[in-house]
Structures are given as structure tokens and as C-alpha cells.
């Protein structure tokens, strides 16, 4: 008892018991929803921070709604109704496996394929745009400021001005 009321009262101090748990799905791709609410909660692999949300008991555990995932061919895996979290790491981890008697696995794995290059487009797509702002940034802090002078000077019986920029 004393060491549950240490590792409490350690998680309150450092990190106000704070948590978080990322719902694996294998093949990646699986829808995930609460199962008891049918809220979705996003596709596989997503992380879920629950901060201080869910109750911390007295053994030291965490405890959240069960899931289910859904893979595009109708096949589904679900968890426990409540799902129960143990240890001290407040990052967790949690993988639902399609069954392998479920039918149209090829229709899943070629979605998880499609979602695995889409993922790898947007990267490069980012990084372009990182590159496009350093370069950006880089061409303004190099430009220098253009500077006009100008000059009077006598011509006939008036006076004209010349400008110089620089």
C-alpha cells in the first residue's frame, strides 16, 4: 500500500498523472471507435492523450473504454470492454490484429499499402515546403536594402536632378 500511495503521489508531482496510449492495428489502417459509444476515435496508428481524463485507482492502473477496429473489408478485433493499464511508462500501447480468418485480406493490405505511400507523399511534400521557407528566408536575409541618392546639378538656366540607386 505504501508503494501505490509513493508511485501516486510521484505521478501527481511530475507529471500530473498524465498519459497517453497509441492504438496499433495490424495491417495499419483499421478504423478505431469507442465500442461501447461507437465514437471514433481515428485510424491506426493514432495516439490518444487522455491527460489526466480517465481514473487513476488505488492499485496504480488506468482504466478506458474498450475498442474495436475496422478494416476496410468488414473485418473487425476488439478489445476488452474496459481496458486496464498498468506500470509506470504513461505511454502505452495497444495492437489490434485482423482475424486471419476474415475474409479480403489482400483488400486490407493494399489499403494499408495506399495509406503507407500516402504517408510517404506528405513527407516529401513537407519537406519541400520546409526547403521552399529556408530558401525564402535565406534570399531575404542576403538581399540588401537599395539605397537612393540623388544629386542637383546647374543645367541651362535651371537646376536638374539625378537620381542613383544602389
Same mark, same amino acid.
Given at each position: 500500500?505504501?508503494?501505490?500511495?509513493?508511485?501516486? $503521489?510521484?505521478?501527481?508531482?511530475?507529471?500530473?498523472?498524465?498519459?497517453?496510449?497509441?492504438?496499433?492495428? %495490424?495491417?495499419?489502417?483499421?478504423? $478505431?471507435?469507442?465500442?461501447?459509444?461507437?465514437?471514433?476515435?481515428?485510424?491506426?496508428? $493514432?495516439?490518444?492523450?487522455?491527460?489526466?481524463?480517465? !481514473?487513476?485507482?488505488?492499485?496504480?492502473?488506468?482504466?478506458? *473504454?474498450?475498442?474495436?477496429?475496422?478494416?476496410?473489408?468488414?473485418?473487425?478485433?476488439?478489445?476488452?470492454?474496459?481496458?486496464?493499464?498498468?506500470?509506470?511508462?504513461?505511454?502505452?500501447?495497444?495492437?489490434?490484429?485482423?482475424?486471419?480468418?476474415?475474409?479480403?485480406?489482400?483488400?486490407?493490405?493494399?489499403?494499408?499499402? %495506399?495509406?503507407?505511400?500516402? *504517408?510517404?507523399?506528405?513527407? !516529401?511534400?513537407? !519537406?519541400?515546403?520546409?526547403?521552399? *521557407? $529556408?530558401?525564402?528566408?535565406? *534570399?531575404?536575409?542576403?538581399?540588401?536594402?537599395?539605397?537612393?541618392?540623388?544629386?542637383?546639378?546647374?543645367?541651362?538656366?535651371?537646376?536638374?536632378?539625378?537620381?542613383?540607386?544602389?
Amino acid at each position: 500500500m505504501r508503494n501505490i500511495l509513493s508511485i501516486m $503521489i510521484f505521478c501527481i508531482i511530475i507529471s500530473g498523472c498524465s498519459y497517453s496510449l497509441t492504438y496499433h492495428s %495490424q495491417p495499419p489502417g483499421a478504423l $478505431i471507435k469507442y465500442t461501447e459509444n461507437g465514437n471514433v476515435i481515428g485510424m491506426a496508428p $493514432i495516439n490518444v492523450d487522455y491527460g489526466n481524463d480517465p !481514473q487513476f485507482k488505488s492499485d496504480g492502473c488506468y482504466r478506458v *473504454a474498450g475498442v474495436t477496429a475496422t478494416w476496410v473489408s468488414g473485418a473487425q478485433a476488439k478489445t476488452e470492454k474496459i481496458i486496464t493499464l498498468c506500470g509506470s511508462p504513461q505511454e502505452y500501447y495497444i495492437t489490434l490484429s485482423r482475424p486471419s480468418d476474415a475474409l479480403d485480406l489482400e483488400k486490407d493490405m493494399n489499403f494499408s499499402i %495506399q495509406l503507407q505511400n500516402n *504517408a510517404l507523399l506528405q513527407q !516529401q511534400v513537407n !519537406q519541400q515546403k520546409q526547403l521552399n *521557407a $529556408i530558401q525564402m528566408f535565406n *534570399a531575404l536575409q542576403s538581399a540588401k536594402p537599395k539605397t537612393t541618392t540623388g544629386t542637383v546639378m546647374p543645367f541651362g538656366d535651371g537646376l536638374i536632378y539625378q537620381e542613383t540607386t544602389r
